[in-house]
């Protein structure tokens, strides 16, 4: 599941370069961060709450 999630995100963080999402937040190609944030932030609750 994680590999799943995490490709899942790299993929949104290519097309957000290639061409906008226009979410809100994610206007602009510049705005790829704030997917990777999301994603460490998705992978750190992912670890923590695991067995």
Do not use: C, E, Y
């Not at 999402?21 to 206007?27: A, H, Q």
């Not at 602009?28 to 997917?35: A, P, S, V």
């Not at 944030?37 to 992912?46: D, P």
């Amino acid at each position: 599941m994680n590999k799943l999630i995490s490709l899942f995100l790299i993929l949104m963080m290519a097309v957000q370069i290639m061409r906008p999402l226009n979410l809100p937040g994610l206007k602009r190609r510049q705005d790829f961060w704030k997917l990777a944030v999301a994603a460490f932030v998705i992978w750190t609750v992912t670890i923590l709450i695991r067995p």
